[in-house]
């Protein structure tokens, strides 16, 4: 019978032979080598290789991975780069393959499949962005490697900026000869979004232009030709006015209705809320809008981001929940609801708004330029910094210096420059204009006796052209 210490001992010895072979083992050492471990793997020649048994890495069994990734613009309208880097702890080339994704156009498109050249790879795509400022575009990339695993980066987002300058037409001054010394500066401005600030520079000097605005309240979105707190706001609506259903809830859920601004509208029962929709038609010359709810404490006056005011109909909805107490409202923004306020506790709430109604221009009145000519350049920037291209205009000012008897002999002094624009009878008396420069009448000097007029000298003249319909009779 085999002894049972003997088969202990031997396969003691076995297992120490084993431990002592695995823990010597150490990979060859070759001037050169080349061997396939897996299907498109070549190692590398080398002058020597230790390597462990695990060839995950090797065989291209993880994906491709990625960094870097950016683009170069946000300006909406404007062709835009975006990349990104990728890499591979195998090969990427040239089988592998990457795909640019967006919600750029409104929908999620995927283009058309690319294959890396390379291995790391700048991934690199050119898209003209969406125009709507203020909208948040989503995009994503997709690759695989030579082995075809495949990796996906998580929903990138960009949110798209306005690059449009406001539009700036020159009221006044006009490109003419002024003989007063109050000037009116003005320009009328638009904007895709809004415009900011508007100023004049003449002769290096800047001057702000500003616009009168009036504020009209409007309470319903089906009430027309409201009165407003400044008066009567004329305005023509087309947007509709509903309260939706929340949940599980058809029609409209009881115990909810919208009363006016001091009444209350009511949202609450067992077991929801209600949604409150109303669409706003733009007021002519409206620059802007206050969203204004009321609950059983407070007033909340709340800015509307441009994005939503931008859209052609203005569009509301705020919710009441009778279980959470919570007061929510939204804008909409040409893709998704924008939250505006959100107040706890409060069930009860109203709305109305406040649009801002700017028909004036911008306008400086410069009581006091002096004799000259000028060059007035005229600026506007839009609430996104974006600054028109100069506009500008050239004028001259001659203002009436004349110093001139009033009755009797007239001896003019034509250093003066005189620019008389009311008609003269003279009765009779003569008329001497003498020295140089200039003698400007645009009404009728007439009853005349006699003329003279004499410059310094055959080079400083005095000149007495008919302007404007006037002239001596």
């Given at each position: 019978?085999?002894?049972?210490?003997?088969?202990?001992?031997?396969?003691?010895?076995?297992?120490?032979?084993?431990?002592?072979?695995?823990?010597?083992?150490t990979a060859p050492t070759l001037?050169?080598?080349?061997?396939?471990?897996?299907?498109?793997?070549?190692?590398?020649?080398?002058?020597?290789?230790?390597?462990?048994?695990?060839?995950?890495?090797?065989?291209?069994?993880?994906?491709?991975?990625?960094?870097?990734?950016?683009?170069?613009?946000?300006?909406?309208?404007?062709?835009?780069?975006?990349?990104?880097?990728?890499?591979?702890?195998?090969?990427?080339?040239?089988?592998?393959?990457?795909?640019?994704?967006?919600?750029?156009?409104?929908?999620?498109?995927?283009?058309?499949?690319?294959?890396?050249?390379?291995?790391?790879?700048?991934?690199?795509?050119?898209?003209?962005?969406?125009?709507?400022?203020?909208?948040?575009?989503?995009?994503?990339?997709?690759?695989?490697?030579?082995?075809?695993?495949?990796?996906?980066?998580?929903?990138?987002?960009?949110?798209?900026?306005?690059?449009?300058?406001?539009?700036?037409?020159?009221?006044?001054?006009?490109?003419?000869?002024?003989?007063?010394?109050?000037?009116?500066?003005?320009?009328?401005?638009?904007?895709?979004?809004?415009?900011?600030?508007?100023?004049?520079?003449?002769?290096?000097?800047?001057?702000?232009?500003?616009?009168?605005?009036?504020?009209?309240?409007?309470?319903?979105?089906?009430?027309?030709?409201?009165?407003?707190?400044?008066?009567?706001?004329?305005?023509?609506?087309?947007?509709?006015?509903?309260?939706?259903?929340?949940?599980?809830?058809?029609?409209?859920?009881?115990?909810?209705?919208?009363?006016?601004?001091?009444?209350?509208?009511?949202?609450?029962?067992?077991?929801?809320?209600?949604?409150?929709?109303?669409?706003?038609?733009?007021?002519?010359?409206?620059?802007?809008?206050?969203?204004?709810?009321?609950?059983?404490?407070?007033?909340?006056?709340?800015?509307?981001?441009?994005?939503?005011?931008?859209?052609?109909?203005?569009?509301?909805?705020?919710?009441?929940?009778?279980?959470?107490?919570?007061?929510?409202?939204?804008c909409w923004n040409s893709s998704?609801?924008?939250?505006?306020?959100?107040?706890?506790?409060?069930?009860?709430?109203?709305?109305?708004?406040?649009?801002?109604?700017?028909?004036?221009?911008?306008?400086?009145?410069?009581?006091?330029?002096?004799?000259?000519?000028?060059?007035?350049?005229?600026?506007?920037?839009?609430?996104?910094?974006?600054?028109?291209?100069?506009?500008?205009?050239?004028?001259?000012?001659?203002?009436?210096?004349?110093?001139?008897?009033?009755?009797?002999?007239?001896?003019?002094?034509?250093?003066?420059?005189?620019?008389?624009?009311?008609?003269?009878?003279?009765?009779?008396?003569?008329?001497?204009?003498?020295?140089?420069?200039?003698?400007?009448?645009?009404?009728?000097?007439?009853?005349?006796?006699?003329?003279?007029?004499?410059?310094?000298?055959?080079?400083?003249?005095?000149?007495?052209p008919c302007s404007d319909g006037?002239?001596?009779?």
């Amino acid at each position: 019978m085999l002894n049972k210490n003997y088969i202990f001992i031997a396969l003691a010895f076995f297992l120490v032979v084993a431990l002592s072979f695995v823990s010597s083992y150490t990979a060859p050492t070759l001037d050169s080598v080349n061997f396939t471990l897996c299907s498109g793997y070549i190692a590398p020649t080398l002058d020597s290789i230790n390597f462990s048994l695990g060839l995950d890495d090797a065989c291209g069994s993880s994906p491709p991975t990625y960094s870097d990734n950016q683009a170069n613009n946000t300006i909406g309208g404007k062709f835009t780069l975006f990349s990104i880097l990728w890499n591979d702890s195998v090969s990427l080339n040239n089988t592998g393959q990457y795909i640019f994704s967006t919600n750029n156009t409104g929908t999620w498109v995927n283009d058309s499949a690319i294959n890396f050249t390379t291995t790391p790879s700048w991934a690199n795509v050119t898209k003209t962005l969406n125009s709507t400022t203020g909208l948040v575009i989503g995009y994503r990339w997709y690759a695989t490697n030579n082995e075809q695993n495949a990796k996906s980066t998580e929903i990138f987002t960009l949110t798209i900026t306005d690059g449009n300058p406001p539009s700036v037409l020159i009221n006044s001054p006009i490109n003419q000869e002024y003989d007063v010394s109050e000037i009116l500066f003005s320009v009328n401005a638009t904007d895709d979004v809004a415009v900011d600030s508007c100023w004049a520079n003449i002769g290096g000097d800047n001057f702000t232009l500003e616009r009168d605005e009036t504020f009209c309240y409007q309470e319903s979105a089906t009430v027309s030709n409201q009165t407003g707190i400044d008066g009567d706001c004329n305005l023509v609506y087309t947007g509709a006015y509903d309260v939706g259903d929340f949940d599980s809830w058809t029609g409209h859920p009881p115990n909810t209705y919208d009363g006016d601004f001091d009444t209350y509208a009511k949202a609450y029962f067992f077991g929801g809320g209600a949604n409150f929709y109303i669409n706003y038609t733009k007021p002519l010359n409206s620059v802007g809008v206050n969203f204004i709810q009321k609950n059983g404490i407070s007033t909340f006056n709340n800015n509307i981001p441009s994005i939503c005011f931008s859209q052609e109909i203005l569009q509301f909805y705020w919710y009441a929940d009778a279980v959470e107490d919570v007061g929510r409202s939204y804008c909409w923004n040409s893709s998704a609801w924008l939250i505006i306020d959100e107040t706890a506790n409060h069930r009860v709430y109203e709305e109305a708004v406040n649009w801002t109604i700017s028909p004036a221009p911008y306008i400086y009145i410069n009581s006091s330029v002096p004799d000259g000519e000028y060059t007035a350049n005229f600026f506007c920037n839009d609430t996104a910094g974006n600054l028109n291209n100069t506009e500008s205009v050239d004028f001259s000012i001659l203002t009436n210096t004349c110093t001139y008897p009033g009755s009797g002999d007239w001896e003019v002094n034509c250093n003066d420059n005189c620019s008389i624009t009311s008609p003269v009878d003279l009765g009779g008396n003569d008329l001497s204009i003498l020295g140089h420069g200039t003698f400007i009448t645009t009404a009728n000097i007439s009853n005349i006796g006699q003329t003279l007029i004499a410059g310094d000298s055959s080079s400083l003249q005095c000149e007495v052209p008919c302007s404007d319909g006037g002239c001596f009779e």
